[in-house]
Structure formats: structure tokens, C-alpha cells
């Protein structure tokens, strides 16, 4: 079965960098788009970053730019999301998805395959 698990998400004091990792088993990653997306309670689920395939493109959503950084590790079969200089405002719970379609690449709708999400606080 195709299968993405998300990883690194932990309690970081503001400022302060995490990295977190999205990897894929039952396909390889590199021919999909990848994208990471974050949901923080009561909040509707809004893209951070993707990824595309052939391109290896790279886009950010306003609120991260700067301070993020998407990348594949193709050796691995993983997708890694940098965050530098944390805000409180990141703390959300983060998922990552991937898709073989074209697809508006921070956009939620039309991803196919959905990981359980790793949990990303800020606080202290």
C-alpha cells in the first residue's frame, strides 16, 4: 500500500529550527509532486510548501517564505521541510501529501495520498 509518514515534529522555543520529514514506502517520491501543508486547531488546513517532480520547482507560501526550505532526498525517499526562526504562529499540526496529477501545488484539493500529520509546537 502507498504510504507517507511524517516526522520531526516536536516543542521548539521561538527562534529556534526544526526540520521535518515526509517519507514515502510502496512508491518512489521523486516522480510525485510533493507538498507540505499545516492545520493549527479551528483553522482551515493551508498549504506551506511543494515541490514538483520533473522541474524540482520549489514554491512557498507567504507566511514561511524566507524561512523555509523544501528538499528531496532521493536516496532516502523522503521530502524534508526546513524551519528556521519559529513564531508561535507555525505551531500547527503538519502533513504532507503527494500527487501524480497536475495540480495547483499549495492547494489541498487534488492530492491524492495523505500522511497522519506530525505535531509542531512553539511556545517558551
Known amino acids: 500500500q502507498l504510504q507517507l509518514v511524517e516526522s520531526g515534529g516536536k516543542l521548539v522555543q521561538p527562534g529556534g529550527s526544526l526540520r521535518l520529514s515526509c517519507a514515502a514506502s510502496?512508491?518512489?517520491?521523486?516522480?510525485?509532486?510533493v507538498g507540505w501543508f499545516r492545520q493549527a486547531p479551528g483553522k482551515e488546513r493551508e498549504g506551506v510548501s511543494c515541490?514538483?517532480?520533473?522541474?524540482?520547482?520549489?514554491f512557498y507560501a507567504d507566511p514561511v517564505k524566507g524561512r523555509v526550505t523544501i528538499s528531496r532526498n532521493n536516496a532516502l525517499n523522503t521530502v524534508d521541510l526546513q524551519i528556521d526562526s519559529l513564531k508561535p504562529e507555525d505551531t500547527a499540526l503538519y502533513y504532507c501529501?503527494?500527487?501524480?496529477?497536475?495540480?495547483?501545488?499549495?492547494?489541498?484539493?487534488?492530492?491524492?495520498?495523505w500522511g497522519q500529520g506530525t505535531q509542531v509546537t512553539v511556545w517558551g
Open positions: 515541490i514538483r517532480s520533473w522541474s524540482a520547482n520549489r
Open positions: 510502496g512508491f518512489t517520491l521523486d516522480n510525485y509532486i
Open positions: 501529501a503527494a500527487t501524480s496529477r497536475t495540480v495547483k501545488c499549495l492547494t489541498k484539493e487534488g492530492y491524492e495520498y
